[in-house]
């Protein structure tokens, strides 16, 4: 489905549906820097389990017009305000019925975390795979995260963007979205540029139920990170799952690997979503 943007930005919303009629509609935000066909396994996956699924595509990356330069410049502002509204009115005229769940990988998380703060009446409920906040003291060998904090949005300033291809982390991504990012990882909260709504304020009153998948080997988004995530939002009744090897047929429980093989954490987002 072709989205347009306030601004004019457009991307393709890649989506998969059941056979049967659509009960429950699954948005899905990726990670950082991963562009939206990546997802489309786990869409298929919860598709043939009778979830629907529309798959967010961030700006810059995969279908998106825009790409990161010194000249074309956005924060996470552009992407609450903008961009993700744009995809869930298309979301909306799609399936007007449906049972709109709000769910995402790693950033995708906690923007999505971030986003439902922002507009607690646009779904019913929140779904995180492999995610929590970036908060440098919730890491082992915390201080070498928070390096990355202070050195990434310095590189992205001097190189106009963050250029994640090159340097093995995330993809070429806009400075400004870096320094919001950057920011949450050095104090630990939720903050954009530009925005005078307090995200931190949106997501405490949140009352959304939450289900929790994390991954046992994953050193990204540890059990510490999400805590402190899930903590932002207390009046949000919350389950955490864990997955291992043994249930990705072998494949070692990290951040990414999952989606290789995605039927477990399909089958674990279904029974949460039909119980």
């Known amino acids: 489905m072709p989205v347009v943007s306030e601004d004019g930005a457009q991307w393709q919303l890649l989506w998969r549906s ?3 009629p659509v009960h429950t509609v699954l948005y899905w935000m990726p990670a950082m820097g991963v562009a939206a066909k990546h997802y489309l396994p786990l869409a298929e996956a919860l598709a043939a389990r009778g979830v629907a699924v529309a798959i ?3 700006r810059g990356i995969g279908s998106s017009d825009r790409r990161a330069s010194r000249h074309a410049n956005w924060t996470y502002k552009t992407l609450l305000e903008r961009d993700l509204p744009a995809g869930l009115a298309v979301v909306r005229a799609e399936w007007p019925q449906a049972r709109r769940i709000l ?4 950033l995708g998380g906690q923007l999505a975390s971030v986003f439902g703060g922002l507009c607690p009446k646009s779904f019913d409920g929140l779904i995180l795979v492999a995610s929590g906040a970036p908060y440098w003291r919730r890491f082992a060998h ?3 995260v928070g390096l990355a904090y202070v050195a990434a949005p310095w590189l992205a300033r001097g190189v106009g963007y963050l250029p994640g291809r090159r340097i093995g982390f995330g993809g070429n991504e806009a400075r400004g979205v870096i320094d919001d990012w950057a920011r949450s990882g050095r ?3 939720y903050a954009a540029r530009g925005m005078r709504e307090d995200l931190e304020a949106g997501m405490a009153v949140l009352n959304w139920p939450i289900l929790a998948l994390r991954l046992h080997d994953d050193w990204l988004a540890p059990q510490a990170s999400l805590d402190w995530l899930l903590g932002k939002m207390p009046k949000a009744p ?3 799952e864990v997955l291992t090897s043994a249930e990705l047929g072998g494949l070692r429980a ?3 690997s999952w989606m290789k093989t995605p039927d477990a954490v399909a089958a674990h987002i279904a029974d949460w979503v039909t119980s």
Request: net charge neutral; no cysteine.
């Open 254 to 256: 990290d951040h990414f």
């Open 142 to 144: 915390g201080w070498l």
């Open 18 to 20: 059941p056979s049967m």
């Open 238 to 240: 919350n389950r955490t």
């Open 56 to 58: 967010h595509e961030w």
């Open 187 to 189: 104090t630990g909260r």
């Open 103 to 106: 769910g995402g990988h790693s």
